[in-house]
């Protein structure tokens, strides 16, 4: 157990529609990276957050959007769903450290299953 | 188990061989390269990393190696066993945004089977 929750687990959803993926971070951990994980492309990068704050963003649709709350918990929304959104996304979480101490393991949870049909 | 990918290179080996999984990595700049498994229905898991000042480093029964000459890197698993079938990505540091934030980018994955 990585540590890192992610809810829901499976979900299935028509074209057009909007979601909501939430993702609880390892306890004490800062930053929240998104990741999509499809057949033919591999893991790639989403977006990251910092303590609330967007840090570096990767192939992001402008229909996806994210954000880190308070209690550092995150969730991306992926809105005007397509076929092609179907995938696994997930959420990894790092450790704070300081520079020269880095240590650039991600704690993944085990993603949400999106179905668009 | 869910699939992550149908058109993986797949390396097979014999438990007990030693397995080696490539990697050939994009960016000349990048300064730090990661090894994760995934196994089937979870999320990829932390091996062992490696900074670009070294060529090699060894952790427990896996070491990696980095060749920056030909952007290369690999991951070599000493008696493999059953419980390391798996998809094993290589990921690269394209970014560091401070405080402790990695941007990775991760290859295409190798599927590693172990035939008891």
């Known amino acids: 157990d990585s540590g890192v929750t992610q809810t829901p687990k499976h979900l299935i959803t028509a074209t057009g529609q909007r979601v909501t993926l939430r993702c609880s971070p390892r306890s004490g951990d800062l930053s929240v990276y998104w990741y999509q994980q499809s057949l033919d492309q591999g893991l790639q990068f989403l977006i990251q957050y910092y303590n609330g704050e967007e840090r570096a963003k990767g192939n992001i649709l402008e229909r996806f959007s994210a954000q880190q709350f308070p209690d550092l918990h995150s969730e991306l929304n992926l809105s005007s769903l397509e076929l092609g959104d179907s995938a696994l996304y997930f959420c990894?979480?790092?450790?704070?450290?300081?520079?020269?101490?880095?240590?650039?393991?991600?704690?993944f949870g085990e993603g949400s299953r999106l179905t668009v049909l | 188990g869910e699939s992550v990918g149908l058109h993986l290179p797949t390396l097979s080996v014999q438990e007990g061989d030693n397995s080696i999984i490539n990697c050939a990595y994009s960016n000349s700049a990048s300064d730090y390269f990661i090894w994760y498994k995934q196994e089937s229905g979870k999320g990829p898991q932390f091996i062992i990393d490696i900074r670009s000042n070294m060529d090699k480093r060894q952790g427990q029964r896996v070491t990696v190696l980095l060749n920056k000459t030909v952007k290369h890197l690999s991951l070599q698993i000493a008696a493999t066993q059953p419980g390391d079938s798996a998809v094993y990505f290589c990921a690269e540091n394209m970014g560091y945004s401070g405080a402790g934030s990695y941007q990775l980018t991760f290859g295409k994955g190798t599927k590693l089977s172990v035939i008891p």
């Open positions: 990894a979480s790092s450790p704070r450290t300081g520079p020269g101490g880095n240590t650039g393991e991600l704690f």
